[in-house]
Structure formats: C-alpha cells, structure tokens
C-alpha cells in the first residue's frame, strides 16, 4: 500500500528560527515522485517541488531546502530563517509512476510569530 | 494564463440537494483531477481525465457522484442528493500531461450541506 505520513500536525516557530517538516512516505514501486505543496488560508494548493525516485540529490532553493533519504524513505523539508508569511499548511504527496494520482500526507500547519 | 479557475468558490445546499461544480483548466493542460479536501486532512483523489477520457476513479466516488469533461476542456463535477459527510472542500488540479507532470491546484469549492 502506498502511505504518506507526517507526523507532525503543528508547529510554532518565531520568525528566524529555521524549522525542519518531517514526511515519511510508503511504496514497493522503484520509480515514483514526491511533491512537497504549500497551502496558504486562501486554499489554493502551491507547487513547491518534485523529486524523482532516482534522484537522491539534496536540493536548496533560497531559505527552503529538502533532504531526500530513500534509505529511511523520507523527504524532509526545512525553511531557514523563518518569516511570517511562510505561515500555511504544507502537505507532502507522493505519486507512483503506473499513476498519475497523488497520495498526500495530513500537512502539517506551521505558525511563524514576529 | 490565469491558472485553474474554479466556481463557484462557496456552495451551501440542504441535504438531498443535487450541486454541480466547474473547473476550468489550464488551457494547453490536457489532464485535469478532482480532489476532496475536509477540515484538518490532506486531499484526497476522486478522478482524472485525460483530454475527455476518465481514466481512473477512487472508491471514494460513489453512485452519487459523477464527473465529466465533455470536450477536454472544462470539467464538471455533480453531487446528487447531498449528504452531510459531502461537506468539504473540492478541488481541481491540472497537468500537461507529460510524464513527469507538475500539478497546478485552483482554489477550490467550498461544499457545506446543511
């Protein structure tokens, strides 16, 4: 069965503080995508990146980064120097290459505080 | 291009109501999905099209349920005789259907069966 976990319903943070989301993801697929979205109380669902199975490299893009583990099936995603507006619920998903449907975590709301 | 739109954003109805819904795509997106979102969970996969064809359903679509996207454009999603547990958030989702595809959420509609 494919499964996406994240463990973590919230979290609060004062602005700067860097904090790590924590996703655990299931499959017996060797080829599948991993999608991190970000929710912010509009509702509308933000893309914010996709990692291939056979792509383990970390990735950084300015004060986000994500750390892709096939070893313990994770795909963690930290926020540096945290600011008021990254406030939001931020999901994770996971999609199997025989589908083209997303499987998604329960997200995790984070508070940044000034 | 001014993403995925969807109507009407709110929708009360009393129970046993039928509801219809609209999702208009990115225009050169030739896959569009229907997602359930409810209060505090991640969203959850209802259908997908690929142009007109529905290529795959979830359990989750009952009988009273049904999708269509008549000329691969729009696509419509109608709810017959409404239950309480209808009550959630729809959303709509569009790729270009590469295989490798990025997902571009609308904002949603919001269902409250009364």
């Known amino acids: 069965a494919q499964k996406v976990t994240q463990a973590q319903t919230e979290i609060s943070v004062v602005e700067k503080e860097d904090v790590t989301l924590d996703c655990v993801y299931e499959t017996r697929d060797t080829t599948y995508y991993l999608f991190w979205y970000k929710q912010p109380p509009s509702g509308e669902l933000v893309f914010l990146i996709r990692?291939?199975?056979?792509?383990?490299q970390n990735e950084i893009s300015g004060r986000y980064s994500w750390n892709f583990q096939k070893s313990t099936s994770s795909f963690n995603f930290t926020i540096t120097a945290s600011q008021v507006v990254d406030s939001a619920v931020y999901f994770c998903a996971l999609r199997m290459d025989s589908s083209y449907k997303l499987i998604f975590g329960s997200g995790t709301r984070l508070l940044v505080r000034p | 291009d001014t993403g995925v739109s969807q109507n009407p954003r709110h929708k009360i109805t009393k129970r046993g109501q039928n509801v219809t819904f609209r999702c208009d795509p990115i225009?050169?997106?030739?896959?569009l999905y229907w997602y359930r979102q409810t209060l505090g969970q991640g969203p959850e996969f209802l259908t997908y099209f690929q142009n007109e064809a529905q290529l795959e359903k979830s359990r989750l679509l009952s009988d009273r349920f049904s999708a269509e996207r008549p000329k691969g454009s729009f696509s419509t999603l109608e709810i017959q005789r409404t239950e309480q547990g209808d009550s959630a958030m729809y959303l709509c989702?569009?790729?270009?259907?590469?295989?490798?595809?990025?997902?571009?959420f609308g904002s949603g509609t919001r269902l409250t069966v009364v």
């Open positions: 990692r291939n199975s056979f792509d383990e």
């Open positions: 225009s050169e997106h030739n896959r």
């Open positions: 989702a569009s790729s270009q259907g590469l295989r490798v595809d990025s997902y571009t």
